[in-house]
């Protein structure tokens, strides 16, 4: 899976002399919390909602209404965006975009082809992607186990749920206690629930959670 399939789309933008109160209240009307900054074309910046706001008047201040209003108009968008943009392309794997923004603690980068943006990835496409990864949305029995790390061991599994006459509706592969085990997360359809331990019995080495979900 490519960013290119999961990048929000069209892109909302705003111009690096957008006033701070107008793209605010962008923020507010779109379903967003952040936007490429775009001058002439090319990309210049990113802004969040989050730079937005601590731009915005402390409500300790002891300036007047008026003269918080004259101030905050002559701020544009800028003079508080990120300059240090880090941005993918469509044929970026979904998983690198996850990497980068949980290295790099951002909740969203700019999809690029040439020096066009043609989309975003965030967060929030990241976690409908997690969500078909572990069939949140689908029907199943939900199995979670342990089976050592070597070769064989995961085909133990699959061919276990094939005999017995299920089919995987979700699969998640993740680290196990140590560098020896792995853990299993994954949904079946066609097998009933207590049926699951004597089918698998002999292809996992523990079982932490069996249930209808």
Same mark, same amino acid.
Do not use: C, H
């Given at each position: 899976?490519?960013?290119? #399939? ?9 111009? *690096? ?8 209240? @962008?923020?507010?009307?779109?379903? /967003? ?13 990113? $802004? ?6 601590? +731009?915005?008047?402390?409500? +300790? ?5 008026? #003269? @918080? ?11 508080? @965006?990120?300059?240090? /943009? /880090?941005?993918?392309?469509? &044929?970026?794997? /979904?998983?690198?975009?996850?990497? $980068? ?8 980068? *700019?999809?690029? &082809?040439?020096? =066009?943006? %043609? ?8 976690? =409908?992607?997690?969500? #078909? ?13 342990? $089976? ?7 085909? =133990?599994v699959t061919k276990a749920i094939a005999e017995a006459g299920g089919n995987f509706v979700s699969f998640g592969f ?29 292809? %996992?080495?523990?079982?932490? &959670? %069996?249930?209808?979900?």
């Amino acid at each position: 899976m490519f960013v290119g #399939e999961r990048m929000s789309r069209p892109v909302i933008s705003v111009s *690096p002399e957008t006033p701070i109160n107008d793209a605010l209240v @962008m923020f507010k009307k779109e379903p /967003i919390r952040r936007a490429p900054v775009i001058k002439d074309g090319k990309l210049v910046g990113i $802004i969040s909602q989050g730079d937005l706001l601590n +731009a915005s008047p402390s409500s +300790a201040t002891t300036l007047s209404v008026w #003269e @918080m209003n004259y101030l905050i108009s002559k701020v544009t968008v800028k003079n508080v @965006m990120s300059k240090k /943009i /880090i941005t993918v392309t469509k &044929d970026t794997p /979904i998983e690198e975009a996850a990497r $980068i923004m949980a290295d790099k603690k951002i909740g969203g980068l *700019p999809v690029v &082809d040439g020096d =066009k943006v %043609v989309g975003m990835i965030t967060e929030t496409d990241l976690f =409908k992607v997690f969500l #078909e990864l572990m069939g949140a949305r689908d029907k199943g029995i939900r199995v979670t186990a342990t $089976i050592d790390d070597k070769p064989g061991e995961l085909a =133990k599994v699959t061919k276990a749920i094939a005999e017995a006459g299920g089919n995987f509706v979700s699969f998640g592969f993740f680290s196990g206690a140590d560098a020896s085990t792995k853990v299993l997360t994954f949904k079946v359809e066609g097998i009933k629930k207590d049926e699951i331990k004597r089918v698998l019995g002999n292809a %996992v080495k523990k079982f932490w &959670d %069996v249930r209808e979900s």
